[in-house]
C-alpha cells in the first residue's frame, strides 16, 4: 500500500519536478495531432505562404539606402578619420622618402629626403 502513494522525497515525485509529467502513450499523441481545430479558428489558405509574410521586410533594406543617399550627414566621425587620413599619408610619404634614400646610396633617412618626395609628389598627391 505504500508503494503506491507518492510522498515528497519519493523518485517519482522528484522526476515530475525535473522533467516535468510523464510523457503521454502514443494513441494519445496520435489522437490530439488528428484532431481538427476548432469551429471558430480560421485555417490558413495555400495561397498566404512565407513570401507574403516576408513582403514588407523585403524592401528595407533599399529604403534604408534611399535615406542615407538623400542625407548629408557623416557615416564616420571626422576625427578618427581623419587620423587614419593622416596616417596613411605620412606612411606613404616616408616610403618614398625612404625609397630616395636608397636610389642615392643612403641608409639614413634626412630631411632632405622627405622634402623632396613631398616636391616629386606634387599638388595633388599633398604638397599643398
Known sequence: MLQNTKLPG???VNRAA???PAPEPQAEARRRLSASPTPGTPRRSAS???SSLRAP???SWLKEIRKLQKS???LLRKAPFSRVAAEAFLVHLF???YLLSLHVGQVT???K???LARRTRGIQEGLG
Open 10 to 12: 519519493s523518485p517519482a
Open 18 to 20: 525535473r522533467h516535468g
Open 48 to 50: 498566404l505562404g512565407a
Open 57 to 59: 521586410r523585403k524592401h
Open 72 to 74: 548629408t550627414d557623416l
Open 95 to 97: 616610403e618614398d622618402a
Open 109 to 111: 633617412l634626412f630631411p
Open 113 to 115: 629626403d622627405v622634402q
